[in-house]
Nanobody, 114 residues
Framework: QVQLVESGGGLVQPGGSLRLSCAAS????????MSWYRQAPGKERDMVAG????????NYADSVKGRFTISRDNGKKMVYLEMNSLKAEDTAVYYC???????WGQGTQVTVSS
């Protein structure tokens, strides 16, 4: 069955960095685009970044452009989100998502606070 497992979240000070990872299994990873979403308390789940199946196309929410980078390793079936210059408003649960399969990971908490 499709499984997505996120890791790498935690508590970080404003201006700091984190790298999130998502391990995928149960489907042919290199055939699917992947995305990262986030959901802050009391808010809707919003897309943060997406990457095409071979990594040639990437897109980002305006709020994270220039600070976040999405990447993938098809050999390892992993997708990553490198987050720099973190702000308090980046605090949220971050989810890995395969749109065409409608599959979500369990999420990883990112808290940006001093």
């Amino acid at each position: 069955q499709v499984q997505l497992v996120e890791s790498g979240g935690g508590l970080v000070q404003p201006g700091g960095s984190l790298r999130l990872s998502c391990a995928a299994s149960g489907f042919t990873f290199s055939n699917y685009g992947m995305s990262w979403y986030r959901q802050a308390p009391g808010k809707e789940r919003d897309m943060v970044a997406g990457i095409s199946n071979l990594g040639g196309v990437r897109n980002y929410a305006d709020s994270v452009k220039g600070r976040f980078t999405i990447s993938r390793d098809n050999g390892k079936k992993m997708v990553y989100l490198e987050m720099n210059s973190l702000k308090a408003e980046d605090t949220a649960v971050y989810y890995c998502f395969v749109g065409r399969l409608g599959a979500w990971g369990q999420g990883t908490q990112v808290t940006v606070s001093s």
